[in-house]
C-alpha cells in the first residue's frame, strides 16, 4: 500500500459559500474565522487546489437587495483575483496551476433579468459554473424542495443550451428531480458533461438533495462528475455524520457511476459548521488517506482529490 505521506495531491472541491461568508460576516480570505480561508487550504500542504466559489443570495431578498448582493460577491471575487490571493480560471490554460485557483459559479438564478443574453452578461464576469436554482421556483426551473415539481421553463432550456454552448459547466444539485432529466437530455444532445456539485447517494441517505442510482448513473454516462457534500444531513438521515460516512457515499457513488464520476462537493461556509463531516479544506487528507488504507489504487483516488473535476472542466471550457 502506498503512504499518503508519500503522495502529493492537487484539489478540487466544486462548491463551497465562502463569498457569501465574507460578504455577511465581513471577514478576510487569508485568514479567518470561517471554514475556507487561505491559510486553512495552506494547512493541508497540497500540490494545487482549486475552489468552486459560489455566488449565493437568499431568494427571500427583494429584487433590489437581492442584485446588489449578487453583484458585491462578484466584487469580493474579483478583488481576490486582483491581489493574487486566488487565480482565476475561466478558460483551459488557467487549470491545474500550483497555489489557489478559483472558478466563480452562480448559484440560482433569482436576481437575474430574464433576457436573452442574460449568460453572456454574467460569462463576461467570470462566471463558469451555474445553476438555475437553489431550492424554491423561479422563473427558470422548478427547485429541488419547490412547490410546483416543475422541470425547466422556456426561459431555464435556452439558457442550459447556451451554457453548454459557451463553455459554462451546468451544476443540478438543486434542481428538481424533473429539471434534472431535462438538463441530461440536453446534455446528451450537446455531447457535454454536467455535474451534481454538491449532492450525495440518495440510497445512503433519503434526503431530496441527494440523487438517486439512476441520476448517478446518468451523470456518469455524460461523463460527469457529483461532488460529495460534507453537510451531515445528506449523508445520514440522523443528521449525525464523520468520515465513515463521507466515505460510505464516496464508495457507493464508486460503486453506481465509477470512480471517474466522484469528487469533493464540500459546502463549507454553506452548512452549519456542527453538522459538517469534516471541518476544512486540510481534512480533504484525512479523506484521502482513508481510501488509500481501504487499497483504493493511487490513480483513482487522485481521481477523486481533483482528476474528475479538472477532466469535465478541460471539457467544458
Not at 480560471?89 to 491545474?96: A, F, I, M, P, R
Not at 427547485?143 to 443540478?172: C, P
Not at 448517478?216 to 444531513?233: E, H, K, R, W
Request: with cysteine; glycine share 10%; proline share 2%.
Amino acid at each position: 500500500m502506498v503512504s499518503f505521506q508519500q503522495i502529493n495531491m492537487y484539489i478540487a472541491d466544486s462548491h463551497c459559500d465562502t463569498l457569501s461568508g465574507m460578504l455577511h460576516k465581513k471577514e478576510d480570505f487569508q485568514n479567518n474565522n470561517l471554514q475556507i480561508s487561505a491559510e486553512s487550504i495552506r494547512a493541508g500542504d497540497y500540490e494545487g487546489y482549486l475552489q468552486f466559489m459560489a455566488v449565493f443570495v437568499s431568494p427571500s431578498l427583494d429584487h433590489e437587495k437581492g442584485v446588489m448582493q449578487t453583484n458585491s460577491m462578484i466584487e469580493i471575487f474579483n478583488s481576490l483575483k486582483k491581489s493574487n490571493a486566488i487565480n482565476h480560471v475561466t478558460e483551459l490554460n488557467d487549470l491545474g496551476k500550483p497555489g489557489i485557483s478559483g472558478i466563480l459559479a452562480l448559484e440560482g438564478m433569482y436576481f437575474t433579468e430574464i433576457k436573452e443574453d442574460i449568460l453572456y452578461d454574467y460569462y463576461s464576469r467570470g462566471v463558469r459554473c451555474i445553476s438555475l436554482t437553489w431550492n424554491p421556483d423561479n422563473d427558470f426551473a422548478g427547485g429541488i424542495l419547490g412547490r410546483t415539481g416543475n422541470g425547466l421553463t422556456v426561459k431555464g432550456l435556452k439558457i442550459v443550451e447556451r451554457a453548454f454552448e459557451i463553455g459554462m459547466l451546468v451544476d443540478v444539485s438543486h434542481l428538481s428531480d424533473r429539471g434534472f432529466y431535462e438538463v441530461a437530455e440536453i446534455a446528451a444532445n450537446c455531447n457535454k458533461p454536467f455535474a451534481a456539485t454538491h449532492s450525495n447517494a440518495r440510497r445512503l441517505c433519503h434526503h431530496m438533495r441527494n440523487l438517486d442510482d439512476d441520476m448517478l448513473g446518468i451523470i456518469a454516462g455524460t461523463g460527469g462528475f457529483t461532488g460529495i457534500n460534507m453537510y451531515s444531513c445528506f449523508l445520514d438521515d440522523g443528521c449525525s455524520a464523520g468520515i465513515d460516512e463521507v466515505i460510505k457515499h464516496i464508495e457507493y457513488i464508486c460503486s453506481i457511476a465509477g470512480s471517474s464520476h466522484v469528487g469533493f462537493g464540500s459546502d463549507f461556509d454553506g452548512i452549519d459548521r456542527n453538522k459538517s463531516a469534516i471541518d476544512g479544506p486540510r481534512d480533504f487528507n484525512r479523506v484521502l488517506e482513508r481510501l488509500l488504507q481501504l487499497n483504493y489504487n493511487e490513480d483513482d483516488v487522485r481521481k477523486i482529490a481533483s482528476g474528475n473535476i479538472l477532466r469535465v472542466l478541460s471539457e467544458v471550457l
